[in-house]
């Protein structure tokens, strides 16, 4: 069965560095998305992502955070200088269109020192 | 904001017994739902969903149930298997938001005992 595959599945980085999560959605899926959860909380919605631009994003998602699909294949989630709040795991998720199930990947426990 | 509100952080049923697992949502947009099942060190899986022009849903050993006077939804399984154990999300999303973004509760904690 195809699956949304997440890399790294670690990622340890110091405040104020960048980091670049990496996704690749299931091939025929068209929407992209980027979910996360911080320790103990809720799994939080951030963006999604439609025919190369975001279609709506949260207010978590400020102007530190950026998606791009740089090829045919990758969606990833930037983000430009981290803070400590931003530790969580971070979900990219695929559907064919939307009002579909979300397929999400294994996740990227992101932890900032 | 609490949109989708999951009260039991932590349940236990013995195996072959049924689960039932609550929520409760706020927003009265919301027009359809959601389980999702994760275990330890993955991603949420999709369980079951249900159209707010429903009031039930069943798909083998799960049924979903709305209550949309009452805003409240809740999911047995039954005959619950220790496979079952698992953190379960209830998940909520909207036509008018085009169904981009889904509000997911804070999970309760299933353990099936055999």
């Known amino acids: 069965e195809p699956e949304v595959t997440q890399t790294p599945s670690h990622q340890v980085t110091q405040m104020g560095q960048e980091v670049i999560l990496r996704c690749v959605p299931i091939s025929n899926h068209l929407y992209f998305y980027w979910y996360r959860q911080i320790l103990g909380q809720k799994v939080e919605f951030l963006v999604s992502?439609?025919?190369?631009?975001?279609?709506?994003k949260s207010e978590i998602f400020d102007d530190q955070f950026s998606v791009e699909r740089p090829d045919g294949s990758n969606f990833t989630l930037k983000i430009r200088s981290t803070k400590l709040e931003d530790s969580a795991m971070y979900f990219c998720?695929?559907?064919?269109?939307?009002?579909?199930?979300?397929?999400f990947g294994s996740g990227t426990q992101l932890s900032v020192l | 904001d609490q949109q989708v509100k999951q009260n039991s952080p932590s349940l236990s049923v013995q195996e072959g017994r049924i689960s039932i697992l609550n929520c409760d949502y706020t927003n009265s947009m919301f027009d359809y739902f959601l389980w999702y099942k994760k275990y330890p060190a993955e991603g949420p899986t999709f369980l079951i969903s249900?159209?707010?022009?429903?009031d039930k849903n069943e798909d083998g050993r799960f049924t979903v149930f709305l209550n949309k006077s009452a805003k409240h939804l809740s999911l047995h399984i039954v005959p619950s298997q220790p496979g079952d154990s698992a953190v379960y999300f209830c998940?909520?999303?909207?036509?008018?938001?085009?169904?981009?973004?889904?509000?997911f509760g804070t999970g309760t904690k299933l353990q099936v005992i055999p």
């Open positions: 992502f439609y025919n190369n631009e975001i279609s709506e």
């Open positions: 249900i159209s707010s022009i429903k």
């Open positions: 998720a695929s559907t064919p269109l939307t009002n579909e199930k979300l397929f």
């Open positions: 998940a909520a999303t909207s036509r008018g938001g085009g169904y981009q973004k889904v509000t």
